[in-house]
């Protein structure tokens, strides 16, 4: 376990997610209105593509998939990924990718515990930054991320390969 994340009624335990996991994460990211449209579980080949990525991911130490747990379920998600890079001297980066939190747990400061627990992670580990990218459609998401001190400070473009 990384941290214990107390809510009003309920103490949450953050800890790396492991193979068991998966399919929990997966309905989290379906749950979602994006996610609703590309994520999800139908055959034991969508299945085995999320345990492939779920198996690269936690095999490299830059990245944490990362679940908050009550300890029966899966409650909330994550992804904080470490990245070096040149620019601002050699600073490392912190991002931060596919937080969801379970609809019926929104709302009691779950994802702001998660945030806090990941922006103070960057801080030992002395990135010079946390950042993210969030839909433009989320506006919710980005009074949450604005609240948490987080400015839209740059314009995020994508180019698909994949369909």
Request: hydrophobic residues 45%; contains cysteine.
């Amino acid at each position: 376990m990384l941290a214990q994340l107390p809510l009003q009624d309920v103490t949450v335990a953050l800890r790396q997610a492991t193979a068991e996991d998966v399919p929990s994460i997966v309905n989290l990211l379906a749950a979602d209105q994006l996610g609703a449209t590309r994520d999800g579980v139908t055959t034991d080949d969508d299945l085995q593509s999320y345990l492939n990525a779920f198996g690269v991911i936690d095999a490299d130490p830059t990245h944490l998939l990362l679940v908050a747990t009550d300890g029966t379920q899966v409650l909330a998600t994550m992804q904080l990924s470490f990245l070096p890079g040149l620019a601002r001297r050699g600073a490392l980066r912190a991002q931060i990718e596919a937080v969801r939190v379970r609809h019926d747990y929104r709302s009691r400061s779950l994802g702001a515990s998660l945030f806090e627990w990941a922006i103070e992670e960057a801080r030992r580990r002395n990135c010079a930054l946390v950042q993210l990218t969030t839909d433009k459609s989320r506006g919710d998401a980005h009074r949450f991320y604005d609240r948490l001190g987080f400015v839209a400070s740059h314009e995020g473009l994508k180019h698909q390969l994949l369909r």
